[in-house]
C-alpha cells in the first residue's frame, strides 16, 4: 500500500504541478491579447502624444519640414491612387486636385489593399472594395455586405509643394 500511497501523492503533485504551470500560461496569453489603443489606420504620433495639431495649426501651408513624404503629387493619377504598403496608407485623387488618404488595411481582415482601378480600392484577399472617394465599402467580402463591413479609415494628408505628407 505504500507504493500506491507515493503515487497517488506523487500523481497529485503532478496534477497541481501541471495546473499550475497552465495558469501560468493561460495568464500569459491572455496579456499578449491585451488591446493597443491605435488603430490600424491611426498615422504615427495620433495617440495624444502632444504630436497632434495644436488650435493654430490650420492644417496646410508649411509642413515645417519634419514631414517625409509619402509621395509626389504627380505619382497620384487623377481617378486612381498609390498604395504605399510601407507606411499603411493608400493616397487616392478622385478629381483633379482633390487628395485623399485612407489605411491601406482591408476592413474584413487586415490585408493590404492590392489595387487601384477604375475608381476602385481592391483586396485580393477576400474580394473587398472600397470607394477612392471616401474609402465606403462597394462590396464587402463573403458574409457581410457594405453596411455591415466597415469602411477605409481616413488618413489626414494634404498637398505641400508637389508632395503628398501626412497633416
Known sequence: MSDERGELESGAS???WL???GAIGATAVLAACGTNNESPGTPPGADGNGSEPGPDDTGGGDTGGDQEPLTS???VEVGGGVILASESVVVTQPTAGTFKGFSA???HEGCTVSSIRDGIIHCACHGSQYSIEDGSVLQAAPGLTPQTQNPLPTVEILEDGG???RA
Open 19 to 21: 495546473a499550475g504551470a
Open 73 to 75: 503629387a504627380d505619382e
Open 163 to 165: 508632395s503628398i505628407v
Open 105 to 107: 488595411a482591408c476592413t
Open 14 to 16: 503532478r496534477r497541481a
